[in-house]
């Protein structure tokens, strides 16, 4: 069974940069769609990016030009480049992967928090 575990998460200053990992173990050959949400304190989980299983990407109107969603050739790690960060960018970030039987998997979380 899939398993994701999220890094990269922490502090920086607006107009920063960091870049968040989400490592699968298991089979990621299963995977076709991997995905970043956010959950703000006090607001709904959303979603930030999209990765398709031809590499296809969707981003929230938010984060777009800004953040960036990519995957290793293996499949076994994607990344969430974000850029330009902003304070409404804080949250806790999770990573999400669904396989082919349509079975979703979460991350723990990390959180991340800008600060102005």
């Known amino acids: 069974q899939v398993q994701l575990v999220e890094s990269g998460g922490g502090l920086v200053q607006a107009g920063g940069s960091l870049r968040l990992s989400c490592a699968v173990s298991g089979q990621p050959v299963s995977i076709i769609n991997r995905a970043w949400y956010r959950q703000a304190p006090g607001k709904q989980r959303e979603l930030v990016a999209r990765l398709g299983r031809d590499r296809s990407a969707d981003y929230a109107d938010s984060v777009k030009g800004r953040f960036n969603i990519s995957r290793n050739k293996v499949g076994n790690i994607f990344y969430l480049q974000m850029d330009s960060l902003k304070p409404d960018d804080t949250a806790v970030y999770y990573c999400?992967?669904?396989?082919?039987?349509?079975?979703?998997?979460w991350g723990q979380g990390t959180q991340v928090t800008v600060s102005s």
């Open positions: 999400k992967a669904d396989d082919y039987t349509g079975l979703s998997v």
